[in-house]
């Protein structure tokens, strides 16, 4: 089972930056792929950035040209780094970790950080 720990959320001014990070239990490159998704108040989960293994990414439309996700193999992290944060932007941000074996898709969360965008 893979644990993830997440970090780096807080308040932040619309127009301000803020990194999450995203420490997993195991090397990266025994997951198929890692993500950034997002919860606000009384709408559903909703992908926000996602990098595969062999380092492919994928961004939402929303987040595109603002927001940027990345690896350290060695330390086995994911980090989002976010830019020209919004309003709308404010939500729970979780990590997500996703393993196929012998077909089967696994899905691993971390706890989910907050990122609050508010003047």
């Known amino acids: 089972q893979v644990q993830l720990v997440e970090s780096g959320g807080g308040l932040v001014q619309p127009g301000g930056s803020l990194r999450l990070s995203c420490a997993a239990s195991e090397s990266i490159f025994s997951i198929n792929a890692m993500g950034w998704y997002r919860q606000a108040p009384g709408k559903q989960r909703e992908l926000v950035a996602s990098?595969?293994?062999?380092?492919?990414?994928n961004y939402a439309d929303s987040v595109k040209g603002r927001f940027v996700i990345s690896r350290d193999i060695a330390k086995s992290t994911v980090y989002l780094q976010m830019s020209s944060l919004r309003a709308e932007d404010t939500a729970v941000y979780y990590c997500?970790?996703?393993?196929?074996?012998?077909?089967?898709?696994?899905?691993?969360w971390g706890q989910g950080t907050q990122v609050t965008v508010s003047s």
């Open positions: 997500n970790a996703r393993r196929v074996r012998l077909s089967t898709p696994f899905n691993y």
């Open positions: 990098i595969t293994r062999d380092g492919i990414t």
